[in-house]
């Protein structure tokens, strides 16, 4: 006999019902009372607990990333990096890991549309023989602000406007004019890159700056990133409207279609290496979360792929109770490097990002920032504030975004 064959699982359909301990149920559409009229007594587990799960199906949403799909797979080392770490499942090209994957969107609610301007969330959990890994990130390689005591303010910031529960762009944009240093986070955001096409099409990052320790004691620090093999998709607006309108659903339901059908996603990892020692040698504080590490000084050095082959088989257990914590690392690695950043360097970064851009996509973040920025409730004085930031990270942006707005730069 099998002992596994009746196992209860959410991936399994057993010939009979089962309690959570597995125990059979005789009777499914009674309750055990006194007699035949008599009262219901305590001693109905079955009861109590069909009840307990009854009322427990649902779950407060997560404050961000409540809307999100989750995936199966495994992680596969394909280039050796032993000299870098001594964790278990890097220890040579071939070794493979099992990993879960969910990805998000940040800001709206679980039923929210899948086309919003907004970040996405990318998190990979491993399941090594050292136990789990999480690495936490999302699609864009920095974030808006650099201390964590600011992130609720950001997220409120973001966060529909709670008497009429509509998000409002002046709001997000006097938060931001209080933190300059999410200038590069916004060239993301409002790039073409703001909205990907689906979750197959998406780049990852794990944003924060991890650390490495190999089997002599070395350390180093790391950024690690994850590009699709199918390469990079965006939706535009005009795009977005017409997906969204159709299937507010469409990421989700293109990621679990695509595995079904054996078109299995699949990423390359990199990740960019640097000796603590030599932190000191760039103009801008490498640990600092809003910055990015100059890839022709720091190049991406190729890990392994990530394939996802293999759909959940219940969402609520697998993606709506999915949890991940950057603090979750296996031996070979330290917790992400928190600090205090004493090089404030705001407006190198997002001005080279955007001199980088084709004129048509300059013409287009441009727009958007227009759009954003001529909302009524924002004052003279927060425009002028924003144009000022923008000059010095590009004077000719400054003086277009001012032409625009009527507004006459401060510096």
């Known amino acids: 006999m099998d002992p596994y064959k009746f196992r209860p699982s959410s991936a399994n359909d057993p010939p009979f019902w089962t309690t959570d301990a597995g125990a059979p149920v005789w009777n499914n559409n009674s309750s055990m009372t006194v007699g035949t009229r008599g009262p219901i007594l305590l001693e109905d587990y079955h009861l109590l607990e069909k009840l307990a ?13 409540a809307r999100g799909a989750s995936a199966k797979g495994f ?32 800001i709206h609610e679980r039923g929210s549309p899948e086309t919003i301007r907004d970040p996405r969330g990318f998190a990979v959990k ?9 690495l936490v990130g999302n699609n ?33 944009f006097d938060f931001l004019s209080h933190v300059p240093e999410s200038l590069h986070m916004l060239t993301f955001l409002f790039d073409d890159l703001g909205i990907p096409q689906d979750y197959r099409h998406m780049e990852g990052s794990g944003v924060n700056t991890y650390t490495l320790i190999n089997n002599a004691g070395k350390v180093h620090c790391v950024k690690f990133h994850w590009k699709p093999t199918c390469g990079v998709k965006c939706l535009l607006e005009e795009e977005a409207i017409k997906v969204g309108g159709s299937n507010h659903s469409h990421a ?16 390359k990892l990199y990740i960019q290496t640097m000796d603590p020692d ?4 760039f103009d801008f504080d490498p640990l600092d979360v809003t910055k990015t590490w100059p890839e022709d000084i720091l190049p991406l050095q ?40 004493e090089k404030e360097n705001n407006f190198e970064q997002p001005g080279e990002r955007y001199r980088s851009w084709a004129p048509d996509r300059q013409e287009r973040f441009l727009n958007r920032m227009v ?38 730069p401060s510096i």
């Open 53 to 65: 799960n009854f009322d427990r199906e649902r779950i407060p949403e997560r404050v961000v990333h």
């Open 75 to 106: 992680f596969e080392v394909t280039h050796n990096v032993s000299q870098l770490t001594c964790a278990d499942f890097l220890r040579a090209p071939g070794v493979q890991t099992p990993v879960i994957v969910r990805f998000s969107t940040v």
């Open 126 to 134: 491993f399941y090594t023989r050292e136990g789990n890994f999480d």
């Open 140 to 172: 864009f390689p920095v974030f808006f602000i650099r201390d964590g005591m600011k992130f609720p303010d950001v997220v409120h910031a973001f966060k529909p406007n709670p008497k009429s529960h509509i998000q409002e762009s002046w709001r997000i």
């Open 252 to 267: 989700t339901q293109d990621l679990y279609d695509s595995i079904a059908a054996g078109n299995y996603p699949e990423w």
């Open 278 to 281: 030599h932190e000191d040698k």
């Open 302 to 341: 190729p890990v392994g792929r990530l394939v996802l082959n293999k759909n959940i088989d219940n969402f609520f257990a697998e993606n709506e109770q999915l949890a991940f914590c950057p603090g979750i690392v296996v031996p070979g690695q330290l917790l992400p490097i928190q600090c205090v950043i």
């Open 371 to 408: 759009g954003c920025l001529s909302d009524p409730r924002i004052t003279h004085e927060l425009r002028s504030i924003w144009i000022s930031y923008w000059t010095q990270c590009d004077r000719s942006l400054g003086q277009k975004l001012a032409f625009r707005l009527n507004v006459r």
